[in-house]
């Protein structure tokens, strides 16, 4: 079992800066990718931005310019530095965790944490 640990989140006006920081612990054999999705009321969840192994990274296009998402495969953790945000970024920010191989590999979620960026 692989279990996340979100930090960050919170209120900020449109144009400011939030910082997600996720810690991976547990029985961690392999992490093949990190990153974030949201979910914002009545919407499905959504990816953000995720982190490959082998430095490959994904972004939605809503974020690409705005976001960076940076990973720390020593500590297992994964940062999203998220600047010039919206009101439409509002949402529940979940981390993400692929870890494993073959058929022992499942995907893992953190509980959820809060952004809300007001007008």
């Known amino acids: 079992q692989v279990q996340l640990v979100e930090s960050g989140g919170g209120l900020v006006q449109v144009g400011g800066s939030l910082r997600l920081s996720c810690a991976a612990s547990?029985?961690?054999?392999?992490?093949?990718?990190m990153g974030w999705y949201r979910q914002a009321p009545g919407k499905q969840r959504e990816l953000v931005a995720i982190?490959?192994?082998?430095?490959?990274?994904n972004y939605a296009d809503s974020v690409k310019g705005r976001f960076t998402i940076s990973r720390d495969n020593a500590k297992n953790t994964v940062v999203l530095q998220m600047n010039s945000l919206k009101p439409e970024d509002t949402a529940a920010y979940y981390c993400?965790?692929?870890?494993?191989?073959?058929?022992?590999?499942?995907?893992?979620w953190g509980q959820g944490t809060q952004v809300t960026v007001s007008s």
């Open positions: 993400y965790a692929d870890s494993g191989y073959g058929s022992s590999r499942l995907g893992y």
């Open positions: 547990g029985s961690i054999f392999r992490i093949n990718a």
């Open positions: 982190h490959i192994s082998g430095g490959r990274i």
